[in-house]
């Protein structure tokens, strides 16, 4: 059984859990799919839920509902890393010569069938706890980490694309502009990754555990209740 360290972390919890079981019912297949792989299988569901348990610790120790969304934003900043890899297998078109030479940069130590399935279920969890983070995003009702979160995860996937191109490139013209503008995204990175850690909600913010008395009903009826 996992231990909470106290009862806001178990509430962060319980939210979670409802957003993943929600999202087993999504007409959104991906979502749907990642989803019920998790709930139905008892080992994967226990390693998310101790996975994503860890993951929440930093905003469970936060009183104020400001200070809350800041770890928040920081876990999922954790998840857009997570996912990045698999997720630009799944949309970028590469040679298994290719596909080798990337998992020989990330996963340098471990033989490549290990270093796919440790990549995949990394990602399948991250996936799961994307949800629920996002689905606590929603009960806070913080439009402001809602759109930089979405901004983040848009320019790390630019910048983790421009890094494995120069990976599987070769020497050339190309890879020469690539890597320098690479520098340059990656400073846009920083910054925008400076903003999700340090700046202030300017609205006023409840702390969780009164937004989630708004939230009761379920994860669908939030965004008409809170926008009352």
């Not at 919890?13 to 079981?21: G, I, N, P």
């Not at 998790?38 to 993951?55: G, T």
């Not at 120790?61 to 890899?85: D, M, S």
Request: charged content about 25%.
């Amino acid at each position: 059984m996992t231990r909470y360290n106290s009862n806001r972390h178990k509430k962060l919890m319980d939210a979670s859990e409802y957003a993943l079981q929600d999202a087993a019912k999504s007409d959104q297949p991906r979502e749907s799919r990642i989803a019920s792989t998790v709930i139905n299988d008892s080992q994967k569901y226990r390693e998310w839920e101790v996975r994503h348990a860890n993951l929440l610790v930093p905003m469970a120790e936060q009183n104020a509902g400001k200070y809350q969304i800041l770890a928040l934003r920081r876990a999922n900043v954790q998840l857009v890393h997570r996912r990045a890899f698999f997720k630009y297998l799944q949309t970028h078109p590469v040679s298994s010569e290719q596909r080798g030479q990337l998992f020989r940069l990330f996963h340098s130590t471990m033989d490549l069938n290990d270093a796919i399935l440790a990549e995949h279920r990394q990602y399948m969890f991250a996936y799961s706890s994307g949800i629920s983070t996002h689905h606590i995003v929603d009960v806070m009702h913080n439009e402001t980490s809602t759109r930089l979160v979405q901004q983040y995860e848009n320019a790390f996937a630019r910048y983790f694309e421009m890094k494995c191109f120069i990976a599987i490139a070769g020497s050339g013209i190309t890879r020469e502009l690539v890597s320098a503008t690479l520098r340059d995204a990656q400073g846009n990175l920083l910054r925008l990754r400076r903003r999700m850690e340090t700046e202030l909600p300017r609205e006023r913010l409840d702390d969780f555990e009164q937004q989630e008395l708004l939230a009761r009903s379920g994860r669908y009826e939030i965004q008409n209740y809170l926008k009352v």
